[in-house]
């Protein structure tokens, strides 16, 4: 600990100087243009549950062992987990599959030039345990509303060591419209006998203009 009370002007500079990128990166996040939209919370998405675990200290370097997988999506693009609530797609006019190529489903087809590019990365994601009956809860921190929200869980017998594909997945649930509010709940979500490792995957259509939002949440059954 002597080092730290030791510290050099200069050292001590460079702590306050990342002090506060920190600080202008957390109101980036909580209030900037990506505050507008949203995520799956319940099962939490990969985006944002990189930015729950770690939001408030993404340089740990403990990381790298405790959470791979959020690990190197911090270092893929930072900013990309700061704005967890705005991966998303406009124009795609109801036409999912074609916009959306497999082995990119997570990222919304490396949408916004890349940026959510290693919420595709394969690997050992933190998963939420899971009924087989149970709600997602979909956050809308603009109050959007929604044309529709479907729900698709992979197939079981997927391989979580491949990339998430469309034949992968599973349409199990597709709602109507909702009215603009905070939160949208969709109940009830069956997922018949699957057991084991999966991926939910939840398309949320905004009905504010064409904006298709697309999350992958890790779950165990």
């Given at each position: 600990?002597?080092?730290?009370?030791?510290?050099?002007?200069?050292?001590?500079?460079?702590?306050?100087?990342?002090?506060?990128?920190?600080?202008?990166?957390?109101?980036?996040?909580?209030?900037?243009?990506?505050?507008?939209h949203?995520?799956?919370?319940?099962?939490v998405?990969?985006?944002?549950?990189?930015?729950?675990?770690?939001?408030?200290?993404f340089?740990?370097?403990?990381?790298?062992?405790?959470?791979?997988?959020?690990?190197?999506a911090?270092?893929?693009?930072?900013?990309?987990?700061?704005?967890?609530?705005?991966?998303?797609?406009?124009?795609?006019?109801?036409?999912?599959?074609?916009?959306?190529?497999?082995?990119?489903?997570?990222?919304?087809?490396?949408?916004?030039?890349?940026?959510?590019?290693?919420?595709?990365?394969?690997?050992?994601w933190?998963?939420?345990?899971?009924?087989?009956?149970?709600?997602?809860?979909?956050?809308?921190?603009?109050?959007?509303?929604?044309?529709?929200?479907?729900?698709?869980?992979?197939?079981?017998?997927?391989?979580?060591?491949?990339?998430?594909?469309?034949?992968?997945?599973?349409?199990v649930?597709s709602t109507?419209?909702?009215?603009?509010?905070g939160?949208?709940?969709?109940?009830?979500?069956?997922?018949?006998?699957?057991?084991?490792?999966?991926?939910?995957?939840?398309?949320?259509?905004?009905?504010?203009?064409?904006?298709?939002?697309?999350?992958?949440?890790?779950?165990?059954?």
């Amino acid at each position: 600990m002597s080092h730290h009370l030791h510290a050099s002007p200069r050292r001590t500079l460079r702590t306050l100087v990342l002090l506060v990128c920190a600080a202008l990166f957390a109101t980036v996040g909580l209030t900037g243009t990506a505050s507008g939209h949203g995520s799956t919370v319940t099962p939490v998405s990969r985006n944002y549950g990189c930015w729950l675990r770690w939001g408030n200290d993404f340089q740990n370097p403990s990381m790298q062992q405790q959470d791979p997988m959020c690990w190197q999506a911090w270092q893929t693009d930072t900013n990309a987990m700061w704005n967890w609530n705005g991966l998303y797609r406009e124009g795609v006019a109801g036409n999912h599959q074609a916009a959306i190529p497999n082995g990119q489903l997570c990222s919304a087809g490396r949408t916004q030039d890349g940026r959510y590019r290693a919420m595709d990365a394969v690997g050992d994601w933190k998963a939420t345990s899971l009924s087989r009956t149970f709600t997602i809860n979909l956050l809308d921190q603009a109050r959007h509303g929604a044309d529709y929200i479907r729900v698709y869980i992979t197939r079981q017998g997927y391989n979580a060591g491949t990339p998430l594909s469309w034949s992968s997945l599973e349409l199990v649930q597709s709602t109507g419209r909702y009215a603009p509010a905070g939160n949208y709940y969709v109940n009830n979500v069956n997922a018949g006998s699957r057991t084991g490792r999966h991926i939910v995957y939840t398309i949320w259509q905004a009905s504010h203009l064409d904006q298709s939002y697309y999350f992958c949440s890790d779950v165990t059954f």
